[in-house]
């Protein structure tokens, strides 16, 4: 069935450094795809998304890329800061377009950011 | 910027008790959501609200479960007979363009921690 998973649980970076932090899909008809954060204590917060059609969308120091070819999703933080340090998930909605659909979640991984 | 405000915080409640978590939505949203974390594990889907009634469940959103909107801000789970199980983190979430595949990116509370004992 489909599913949203991660490589890493977690990842340890230092400060200023670039992150990159990797998902796996399984749906080859995914859509759709989010990237979460969430820090301790506190519920998700969008970060970016991006659609099949793109394979690459930028946010202010954050890039996702989607390689449709393995099915692979990945985000990359540049010059990582102590705020970054949180746990990352990425979803995507499962079902057709346009039915408020609900999302299947990565397992997460954690970043730490050493100063 | 508006965000989705859920009370309380934590809820500590004895097996076989009644909860009721409450929620307040994003103003102008019009989908809603309930999720959970169980400690350690994967973000999970509850149920979908829009237009005064449930538009999908899961497997886990069994009989003991109940969502409403009593009025027009407030947003509820209720939990008719908790069990161990339960405990979980459990997060609201609202958008707006629920049914808009470009914009489904749901906005998060803080989430209420439920210990059921």
């Known amino acids: 069935g489909e599913s949203v998973g991660l490589h890493l649980p977690t990842l340890s970076v230092q400060e200023g450094d670039n992150s990159i932090i990797n998902c796996a899909y399984s749906n080859s008809a995914s859509d759709y795809f989010i990237w979460y954060k969430q820090e301790s204590g506190k519920g998700p917060q969008f970060i970016i998304d991006?659609?099949?059609n793109m394979d690459k969308r930028q946010g202010q120091r954050v890039t996702v890329l989607l390689n449709k070819t393995v099915k692979h999703l990945s985000l990359q933080i540049a010059a990582t800061q102590p705020g970054d340090s949180a746990v990352y998930f990425c979803?995507?909605?499962?079902?057709?377009?346009?039915?408020?659909?609900?999302?299947?979640w990565g397992l997460g991984t954690s970043l730490a950011v050493n100063p | 910027e508006p965000e989705v405000t859920q009370t309380p915080s934590h809820q500590v409640t004895q097996m076989g008790q009644e909860v009721i978590l409450r929620c307040v939505p994003i103003s102008n949203h019009l989908y809603f959501y309930w999720y959970r974390q169980i400690l350690g594990q994967k973000v999970e889907f509850l149920v979908s609200?829009?237009?005064?009634?449930?538009?999908?469940k899961s497997e886990i959103f069994d009989d003991q479960f109940s969502v409403e909107r009593p009025d027009g801000s407030n947003f509820t789970l209720k939990i008719r007979s908790t069990k161990l199980e339960d405990s979980a983190m459990y997060f609201c979430?609202?958008?707006?363009?629920?049914?808009?595949?470009?914009?489904?990116?749901?906005?998060f509370g803080s989430g209420t921690q439920l210990s059921v004992l």
């Open positions: 979803a995507e909605p499962l079902g057709r377009a346009g039915n408020n659909r609900k999302l299947i």
């Open positions: 979430a609202s958008t707006l363009w629920g049914s808009q595949p470009t914009n489904e990116k749901l906005f």
């Open positions: 991006i659609r099949s």
């Open positions: 609200f829009y237009n005064n009634e449930i538009s999908e």
